[in-house]
């Protein structure tokens, strides 16, 4: 799959944006579900989908993306406390 220059920008746009969203966000008062960059909504992530007790304390934080025309792009991270198990995150992604 080749991705052009707008793509990969974009990716890099909103993986920045989920870094400093989350648990322990970098900006504040970026906003939740339903909340907009330009034209791309974020329509869910861990704190919507999932316990967010149980993401949080695994140290895991998902954002999804509705990019438009029926595409979404999903960014999952994990915090330091790497207690997060492989069946949390298909669990989160199936949710989605």
Sequence with gaps: MSWSDEDILL????SMDAYNRGYDPGILGL???????GNITIS???STEIDGSVAED???YGVAYDLGGGQKSIHIGV???MKFSP???EKHI???
């Design 58 to 60: 695994a140290g895991l």
């Design 94 to 96: 199936e949710t989605i």
């Design 31 to 37: 906003g939740g579900a339903n909340s907009a960059i």
């Design 11 to 14: 990716k890099s746009i909103l």
């Design 44 to 46: 869910s992530d861990t």
């Design 79 to 81: 915090g330091r406390s």
């Design 87 to 89: 069946k949390l995150i």
